[in-house]
């Protein structure tokens, strides 16, 4: 069965500094990978996502993810952590030609000024 | 926004109420989802539809019953419910599921509060 797992509840993090939010996952066969961001009393809204080439994917309000295919992962980082980037942050995953996406729980990140 | 419309946004209902949640896109996607979110819990999703059709029922209670009268709506009919049903739930869409690519796009949420 595949599964997502985000190992960490929190994260904090000063503004200014580089930011990673952790994300694993196991599949079984093509993943389909994606993180989205929930701000306060909204929906999930989309980020980036993975789905074949370049292992570096560039998404919105700078950030990115990297794509590990030997250690199955894929890390959000930002080089430099923004107040507003406050947010609970999911990680996805989804297999080729599967049409259920499974969530990670969510890790709250918390840009401290 | 998202072009996900949700209403409505918040919803407070006792065990023998009938309500219903409502869900639009203006996105001209094919598949609809309704997830619910719990406090410290994963997102779980609830239900598919892809064209119109159901695809997917995770095994949820028959007190939630979907409708999709067509690409662009869908419905969530709740009745006697449970205090544990309190949740933000949330309706999702996007191109037909199996292309490959395609990106969810959600909706604001109804917080649901079961008394």
């Known amino acids: 069965a595949q599964s997502v797992a985000q190992p960490e509840d929190q994260v904090n993090v000063a503004e200014g500094n580089p930011l990673t939010v952790k994300c694993t996952y196991s599949v079984s066969g093509n993943p389909y990978l994606f993180w989205y961001v929930q701000y306060p009393n909204r929906g999930l809204q989309f980020l980036l996502k993975y789905i074949t080439g370049d292992n570096l994917v560039k998404g919105s309000y700078g950030f990115e993810a990297e794509f590990n295919k030997s250690q199955t992962s894929f890390h959000l980082k930002k080089p430099s952590a923004l107040v507003s980037d406050s947010a609970l942050y999911f990680c996805?995953?989804?297999?080729?030609?599967?049409?259920?996406?499974?969530f990670g729980k969510g890790t709250r990140l918390h840009i401290l000024p | 926004e998202t072009g996900v419309t949700q209403t409505p946004r918040h919803l407070v209902m006792g065990m023998t109420n009938k309500k219903s949640l409502k869900c639009e896109q203006h996105?001209?996607?094919?598949?609809m989802y309704w997830y619910k979110q719990s406090a410290k819990k994963p997102l779980e999703l609830m239900f598919v539809y892809n064209f119109k059709e159901q695809t997917e029922n995770n095994s949820v209670p028959s007190r939630f019953s979907p409708e999709c009268p067509n690409s662009s709506h869908l419905f969530l009919h709740l009745h006697t419910l449970q205090p544990e049903d309190s949740a933000l739930y949330l309706c999702?869409?996007?191109?037909?599921?199996?292309?490959?690519?395609?990106?969810?796009?959600f909706g604001p949420g109804t917080r649901l509060l079961v008394l």
């Open positions: 999702a869409s996007s191109q037909e599921p199996g292309t490959g690519e395609e990106t969810q796009y």
């Open positions: 996805a995953v989804r297999v080729d030609r599967d049409d259920k996406i499974i």
């Open positions: 996105l001209g996607h094919n598949a």
